[in-house]
């Protein structure tokens, strides 16, 4: 069965560096998203990216924040200059329709931890 | 904005039937979903509902009222596996955000 993968499973970080956390969401899926999820907390929308751009994004992804799809399969997220408060999981995920009618299919996480 | 309200916790039997409970209040509203996280995973599609009424998987139910803006899960025949956080989830504000529940977790006893 066709599944997201997300690298590295783990980064650990200094405050103040660049970040670049990867993702393949399933090949067929047209919308992709970035969640992050705080220890202990609820999953927290970033960012939906769809025909190459950014289609909806949330308070938390300022301009610290960045997406890309560099090529047909990996869809990236950029932290330009990482916090302390950035340590989280971060969740990608993909569906094949718009996320108001559609299941979102979610990868394992990449664990940030910015010390 | 969005807000969504679950129980923080619920213990139950194995074999049981257990439902968890979700309160929204949202600006623009398409449907309501509910996941599955286990610790240390990833969210996992459970259900979703656009309509009102009560969607049937297995031993999941989901059920939606739009005009009481509730919705529940409902687990049956429970087993130790279901141990897990609980979160609904709804799209609305936009076709393309999904604003997560603050979970519930569930144990699941012997």
């Known amino acids: 069965e066709p599944e997201v993968t997300q690298t590295p499973s783990h980064q650990v970080t200094q405050m103040g560096q660049e970040v670049i956390l990867r993702c393949v969401p399933i090949?067929?899926?047209?919308?992709f998203y970035w969640y992050r999820q705080i220890l202990g907390q609820k999953v927290e929308f970033l960012v939906s990216?769809?025909?190459?751009?950014?289609?909806?994004k949330s308070e938390i992804f300022d301009d610290q924040f960045s997406v890309e799809r560099p090529d047909g399969s990996n869809f990236t997220l950029k932290i330009r200059s990482t916090k302390l408060e950035d340590s989280a999981m971060y969740f990608c995920?993909?569906?094949?329709?718009?996320?108001?009618?559609?299941?979102?299919?979610f990868g394992p996480g990449t664990r940030l931890t910015v010390l | 904005g969005q807000s969504l309200e679950q129980p923080s916790e619920v213990t139950a039997v194995e074999g049981a039937i257990v439902q968890i409970n979700c309160t929204y209040q949202t600006s623009g509203f398409y449907g309501l979903s509910w996941y599955q996280q286990h610790d240390g995973g990833a969210p996992t599609f459970l259900s979703y509902?656009?309509?009102?009424g009560l969607e049937e998987t297995g031993r999941f139910s989901s059920f939606l009222s739009r005009s009481d803006s509730y919705g529940y899960l409902l687990l049956q025949e429970l087993q130790m596996k279901d141990s897990a956080s609980y979160f609904c989830a709804v799209s609305g504000g936009g076709h393309q955000k999904v604003t997560f529940g603050t979970g519930t977790k569930l144990q699941v006893i012997p």
């Open positions: 990216f769809y025909n190459n751009e950014i289609s909806e």
């Open positions: 090949s067929n899926h047209l919308y």
């Open positions: 509902n656009a309509l009102d």
């Open positions: 995920a993909s569906s094949v329709d718009r996320a108001s009618t559609d299941t979102q299919y």
